[in-house]
């Protein structure tokens, strides 16, 4: 009896440890299935390329919060990712910042990757407010993202020292490369509202223009010394 229930333990230690050995191989299947099913996410998003990058952000950004211990880097052993390690550490970054970001409102941002990454570093609220007064656009540099977030941070409804020169010459700038295609009445309209702007900022400078005509033509007053029109420049 004694022998017969030693055999029964050793076959029954042996059935464990089969078990446990089956198990182990189940959790590696299913941790590769994981890996291989994120990167056919990651290349699907990718083949996409610019018009995807949002995408591509969001899935990699959700790969790495979902893969277990070890997988992330499992991840990039793999011969088909399309892209490197430091490039999938850069999108998580812009995946967190800029989840919540819309296509519209990403199509407003620059297409480059670089400087993406260091606008997804900044506060929702100034990020939000810096599009909407065309600071942040499609042309930004990455001299410009880093500079904006070496000011703002992540420090919400900091206050930003306008570049006037740069937004006048943008404006101008659109103005010479479009004004010939004008209707007649948007030349009219803007004339209008152009000359308006400038009575607002002669008043905002404790200066009032002379209007010589209806046609939205100023001049500084006669009476007004030469240094102090100077100032007001």
């Not at 189940?26 to 995807?52: E, F, M, P």
């Not at 990403?106 to 606008?119: E, K, M, N």
């Not at 005509?213 to 001049?219: A, L, P, Y």
Request: charged residues 25%.
């Amino acid at each position: 009896m004694h022998n017969h229930s030693t055999k029964n333990f050793g076959n029954t230690g042996e059935n464990m440890a089969a078990s446990t050995g089956a198990d182990v191989q189940s959790l590696d299947r299913i941790a590769a299935c994981s890996v291989c099913d994120w990167i056919g996410q990651i290349n699907k998003a990718w083949t996409r390329g610019a018009v995807g990058t949002l995408e591509l952000a969001k899935v990699v950004c959700a790969a790495r919060s979902q893969l277990m211990y070890g997988q992330w880097t499992q991840l990039w052993k793999s011969a088909d990712m399309p892209i490197s390690k430091r490039t999938g550490e850069m999108l998580v970054v812009i995946g967190r910042g800029l989840g919540w970001v819309n296509a519209k409102t990403f199509a407003q941002l620059p297409a480059g990757w670089s400087v993406v990454y260091f606008l997804a570093k900044l506060d929702r609220k100034n990020l939000e407010r810096l599009l909407q007064e065309g600071v942040i656009h499609p042309k930004l540099t990455l001299r410009q993202a880093k500079e904006l977030l070496a000011t703002f941070g992540g420090r919400p409804n900091k206050l930003l020292k306008i570049n006037v020169k740069q937004r006048l010459d943008r404006f101008g700038g659109f103005v010479r490369d479009t004004v010939s295609k004008w209707e007649p009445k948007e030349r009219e309209l803007a004339a209008k509202e152009l000359s308006q702007l400038i009575e607002e900022i002669a008043t905002a400078g404790g200066v009032a223009f002379q209007r010589i005509s209806e046609c939205g033509i100023f001049t500084w007053p006669c009476d007004l010394p030469a240094d102090s029109r100077t100032n007001q420049l």
